[in-house]
């Protein structure tokens, strides 16, 4: 037992050791960058924010994902930098609400239909070496520019991972499904904005495409119902594909209070969920309005 608490003491204080000289190191390191009011434990927790970001982008990058709000890690980042450098305790809660934004919003990541041009990625690296080599010849570099470089940097290797790191032409190909019956059980998107619309009249629920491309089309089942039917046109054919502007009748009755479709935009590969809603025609005399 006493060897055990002598380890555990001897753990304890070789941690401590190796916190304070890591961390004494990171502090001598800050002194040579004009964010000297930074410390090195938060310095430290800036970095591994920024890891963790370019990890997740990179794992993104590997199923197809693109960033698209998780952008927003970017100045959050740098208004966290900035808030001890400048003494604006406002843009730490503007940094943090960026953050999040980044992490928690709806779809932060978009799927890309071919693998991006390294392009931007490559300017925005020069951009930050650039930046780099006129602070490095500037006796006293102004903040805010020497955390737009590492911004800049920070967003190029972010590009340059989904180029690197998306996946082949073919094994995209092969993992696409196909769009039937059992898309209904497998993981859908339910987009930010909604490629279809429904509009009621006597004859039931008319389906329209008001998206500016063609969409392929699955099944739909009414609301609250196991049900699944393919969508088909008012003449009665079934629409395996609905071109913009071109509507489908889905034959939904009085008790009906919504539908779902099911279908897939363009060459995309998850299936998207469209959810519409409404107070059913045999009980419109008993709704109230708060």
């Given at each position: 037992?006493?060897?055990?608490?002598?380890?555990?003491?001897?753990?304890?204080?070789?941690?401590?050791?190796?916190?304070?000289?890591?961390?004494g190191?990171?502090?001598?390191?800050?002194?040579?960058?004009?964010?000297?009011?930074?410390?090195?434990?938060?310095?430290?927790?800036?970095?591994?924010?920024?890891?963790?970001?370019?990890?997740?982008?990179?794992?993104?990058?590997?199923?197809?994902?693109?960033?698209?709000?998780?952008?927003?890690?970017?100045?959050?980042?740098?208004?966290?930098?900035l808030?001890?450098?400048?003494?604006?305790?406002?843009?730490?809660?503007?940094?943090?609400?960026?953050?999040?934004?980044?992490?928690?919003?709806?779809?932060?990541?978009?799927?890309?239909?071919?693998?991006?041009?390294?392009?931007?990625?490559?300017?925005?690296?020069?951009?930050?070496?650039?930046?780099?080599?006129?602070?490095?010849?500037?006796?006293?570099?102004?903040?805010?520019?020497?955390?737009a470089?590492?911004?800049?940097?920070?967003?190029?290797?972010?590009?340059?991972?989904?180029v690197?790191?998306?996946?082949?032409?073919?094994?995209?190909?092969?993992?696409?499904?196909?769009?039937?019956?059992?898309?209904?059980?497998?993981?859908?998107?339910?987009?930010?904005?909604?490629?279809?619309?429904?509009?009621?009249?006597?004859?039931?629920?008319?389906?329209?495409?008001?998206?500016?491309?063609?969409?392929?089309?699955?099944?739909?089942?009414?609301?609250?119902?196991?049900?699944?039917?393919?969508v088909?046109?008012?003449?009665?054919?079934?629409?395996?594909?609905?071109?913009?502007?071109?509507?489908?009748?889905?034959?939904?009755?009085?008790?009906?209070?919504?539908?779902?479709?099911?279908?897939?935009?363009?060459k995309?590969?998850?299936?998207?969920?469209?959810?519409?809603?409404?107070?059913?025609?045999?009980?419109?005399?008993?709704?109230?309005?708060?």
């Amino acid at each position: 037992m006493q060897e055990l608490e002598a380890l555990r003491a001897g753990l304890v204080s070789w941690a401590g050791l190796v916190s304070s000289v890591g961390l004494g190191g990171l502090g001598s390191l800050l002194d040579l960058t004009p964010l000297t009011e930074v410390s090195g434990l938060y310095a430290v927790v800036i970095g591994l924010i920024a890891l963790q970001w370019l990890l997740r982008t990179g794992r993104e990058a590997r199923l197809g994902y693109l960033p698209r709000v998780a952008w927003w890690a970017v100045p959050g980042l740098a208004l966290l930098l900035l808030t001890p450098t400048l003494d604006v305790p406002a843009l730490f809660g503007l940094g943090a609400a960026a953050l999040l934004l980044a992490e928690y919003w709806p779809l932060p990541y978009r799927r890309a239909p071919a693998r991006p041009s390294p392009a931007w990625p490559l300017v925005s690296v020069l951009i930050g070496a650039a930046l780099a080599f006129g602070i490095l010849q500037n006796q006293r570099p102004e903040p805010v520019a020497f955390v737009a470089t590492l911004c800049a940097l920070l967003a190029g290797m972010a590009g340059l991972l989904g180029v690197a790191l998306y996946p082949a032409k073919g094994a995209a190909a092969r993992t696409r499904p196909t769009l039937n019956f059992q898309t209904r059980w497998h993981r859908t998107v339910t987009p930010e904005w909604p490629d279809l619309s429904v509009t009621l009249s006597e004859q039931g629920a008319h389906l329209k495409n008001i998206s500016k491309r063609p969409v392929r089309l699955a099944g739909w089942s009414p609301a609250g119902i196991n049900a699944w039917y393919r969508v088909r046109g008012p003449d009665g054919e079934v629409l395996s594909e609905l071109r913009a502007g071109q509507e489908a009748l889905l034959p939904v009755g009085e008790r009906d209070s919504g539908v779902r479709v099911w279908y897939g935009p363009g060459k995309e590969q998850e299936a998207h969920l469209f959810r519409a809603d409404w107070t059913p025609l045999g009980r419109a005399d008993g709704r109230v309005l708060n």
